[in-house]
């Protein structure tokens, strides 16, 4: 009996420690119109995708909304954490594991084109402007790497959206943003993309993924990225970004 009776505990405990492993805490930050509180609801075109994504491949996901720097945080502490819309670099490659690509876009530096004068031809140029990034965010570090310092020319924020005003307002002398966000960040100040443009090409940062906690394992990481191929291959990533898109551009 007490053999029998290990039998069934030992099974009983591989069977909670299979459930736990299915289970994902999904992190991310506001930045329509990948991610974003709508009806106290997470939604956005990347939340939709690796919900989607999640629900095909069998796996329990909770999704959290936090400003970027604490999201970056519980995905590198959690275990079973997940952390989306996430540059894939050299920078980052070896601290997750990754799914992806997500919905992305080239990303640049802008202008304003009422200020002319704003015009670096290089990185070493775009020194001698002020240029606002996230805590914590792929674009500080990278800036930071290219011997862009706070305090000189970089302007640190809670979120990449809050130098948007700061911009139009001329105390930011360049936006970083990519071509799917930048319209809907301006539309939330009645502007559009005709008041900018781009300067400097920013693509080398790298695409949006979902990047998942080392400890992650690696079946998981495999269903969820034979999910995501379905629904680019099923046209249904098509559905979500029109709707997505539009959505957000005329808010």
């Not at 020319?153 to 002398?173: E, P």
């Not at 034979?226 to 680019?232: E, F, G, N, R």
Request: charged fraction near 20%.
């Amino acid at each position: 009996m007490k053999i029998i009776g290990t039998s069934i505990i030992t099974g009983c405990l591989c069977l909670v420690a299979s459930v736990v492993a299915e289970q994902l805490n999904l992190y991310t930050e506001h930045f329509p119109p990948y991610s974003y509180i709508e009806a106290d609801s997470i939604t956005g075109l990347n939340t939709e995708l690796v919900r989607r994504s999640c629900e095909k491949a069998g796996l329990e996901c909770q999704f959290r909304l936090y400003p970027w720097l604490r999201a970056y945080e519980a995905a590198t502490k959690d275990p079973q954490g997940a952390l989306y819309s996430t540059s894939r670099n050299a920078l980052r490659e070896p601290l997750f594991k990754w799914v992806g690509p997500l919905a992305h876009s080239k990303a640049s530096m802008y202008r304003l084109k009422s200020r002319p004068e704003i015009n670096p031809a290089t990185l070493d140029e775009a020194k001698q402007y002020v240029i606002a990034v996230a805590r914590g965010d792929v674009y500080e570090m990278y800036l930071q790497s290219k011997g862009f310092e706070h305090g000189v020319n970089l302007l640190g924020l809670a979120a990449k959206s809050d130098a948007v005003a700061l911009f139009l307002q001329h105390k930011v002398d360049l936006l970083i943003a990519s071509e799917l966000i930048l319209p809907v960040w301006l539309a939330k100040y009645q502007q559009s993309v005709d008041i900018v443009e781009p300067v400097l090409d920013l693509s080398v940062v790298g695409a949006n993924y979902l990047a998942l906690n080392p400890a992650v394992p690696d079946s998981i990481v495999l269903q969820l990225q034979q999910a995501l191929d379905q629904l680019y291959a099923s046209g249904e990533y098509q559905q979500l970004a029109t709707h997505y898109l539009q959505n957000n551009t005329s808010r």
